[in-house]
């Protein structure tokens, strides 16, 4: 059995990412987005799309979709398609030599959550005016098969590419984000040149999001009789004393002009007791603390540790330790540790991208962050990778009840991704001559 691992390849801080001069202007090709796509292709788009969202794939169990993706890679002209040792789709477009372009995706999905929330089947692909239902329509499967069939239209052109396109599809990017990306460019030995995720943008370009950390945080105390509680020391109460001083804390945390202010949010809240009649002597508190550039763990820690001190009762606050066999057997684990990163404005991967949208769309495109966290994470935060985000979908609507997207959109982003993955390696190709 295989084991993953962070931080083999080396550590670059986002502050230190070089920027490059300016790139030339790009070569004069024609634009996937300036001419028409056919309808068969954008409904066999969609047909991928609705076999998608019908392919449960919650985090552990990617199995079925991933073969899905693979076979359809394959029809579509991607070359040494697999699925490697951790269950990721790899696949390849363009020359077997020269810079490396790495476009990123995840196969998994949140849990269905409520079923009785859903007035649509959260598997059936429903198409209702034009918006396609389904649990991870938007996260991230309609960005998912918008890419594919993207670079698909690649794959089937005559374009000569200066260098190599890298697929990966990977799993478990809901619970740990980055690892099993990690994991598939540490079996393949390289370090791409760039990165693309295809993750809900609203059709902007998006430069970078807060990281995450997942903190446990327990309380001690002594069990004894419910009858005579003076006798025992309630670990709930204790909880509940942190409980609002972690609340308060969130409103005086680190802000970053472009990132905005790290949170945090208490997620989970376990008791642990011989029997209903006993005194809790253990809570465990699961913390989602979002980071914003300048916070560091260590940081994060210390000012739990502040508010356990102030607070006078007997607590520990750690780092969540994340570790999960995927389909296929392979461990992943880590500490949920997951870094901050920005690509800084006038970085080379976000001049090119700006100006390849801006000659498919006919003016520049809106240039964002995510709120939620994504494999930049590993991309950027660890391996310093620069790493741009695009997708169609409204993130707001992942995770949620009704999960939908609009197909148009979905339609729109497919010659789209076409163009900027060109566009990317061929600017990419420039600087490395």
């Keep these: 059995m295989s084991t993953g691992s962070r931080g083999l390849p080396p550590v670059t801080p986002v502050s230190r990412i070089k920027t490059m001069p300016l790139l030339p202007l790009l070569p004069a090709r024609t634009s996937y987005a ?32 991933a073969r899905l993706v693979a076979d359809e890679m394959r029809a579509l002209g991607f070359r040494d398609v697999r699925i490697d040792d951790v269950g990721n789709v790899v696949g390849w477009l363009g020359a077997k030599q020269g810079p490396i372009l790495l476009v990123d995706g995840h196969l998994d999905t949140a849990a269905v959550g409520d079923p009785t929330a859903w007035e649509v089947d959260p598997f059936g692909g429903e198409i209702r005016e034009g918006r396609l239902y389904g649990l991870g329509s938007v996260d991230a499967k309609g960005s998912l098969a918008a890419m594919i069939y993207g670079l698909g239209l690649l794959a089937r052109s005559n374009d000569a590419l200066p260098g190599q396109i890298l697929v990966v599809a990977v799993v478990q990017e809901e619970p740990a984000e980055g690892l099993a990306l990690q994991a598939a460019l540490n079996a393949l030995d390289l370090l791409p040149d760039w990165t693309l995720i295809a993750k809900p943008t609203e059709m902007r370009l998006v430069r970078g999001h807060r990281g995450r950390m997942e903190v446990r945080l327990s309380t001690f105390g002594r069990t004894a009789h419910s ?58 508190l699961t913390i989602d603390r979002r980071i914003t550039l300048g916070e560091t763990a260590s940081r994060v820690l210390a000012e739990l540790d502040t508010l356990i001190q102030r607070e006078g009762v007997r607590a520990q606050a750690r780092i969540a330790h994340y570790q999960q066999n995927s389909y296929t057997g392979y461990k992943l684990a880590a500490d ?49 990778i620069p790493t741009i985000g695009f997708g169609p979908g409204r993130s707001l609507l992942s995770h949620a009840p009704n999960e939908s997207i609009q197909l148009a959109e979905v339609h729109r982003s497919i010659p789209l991704y076409a163009d900027l993955a060109r566009d990317l390696l061929f600017g990419l190709s420039n600087l490395k001559r």
């Design 336 to 384: 949920a540790h997951y870094p901050a990163w920005l690509l800084p404005e006038d970085h080379p991967l976000l001049v090119q991208a700006v100006a390849s949208m801006e000659r498919s769309l006919g003016h520049k495109p809106e240039v964002g962050i995510w709120r939620f966290s994504s494999d930049g994470v590993y991309t950027v935060g660890l391996a310093g």
């Design 227 to 284: 009858a005579m509680p003076e006798q025992g020391d309630n670990a709930l109460y204790a909880a509940a004393r942190l409980v609002f001083g972690i609340e308060l804390l969130g409103m005086n945390l680190m802000k970053d002009p472009v990132l905005g202010q790290g949170t945090i949010a208490i997620t989970r809240f376990t008791t642990h007791s011989s029997a209903h009649n006993a005194i809790p002597d253990r809570c465990d």
């Design 34 to 65: 300036r001419e028409r796509l056919s309808s068969a292709y954008a409904d066999a788009c969609t047909d991928f799309l609705q076999r998608l969202v019908s392919t449960p794939s919650p985090s552990g169990q990617e199995a079925d979709v």
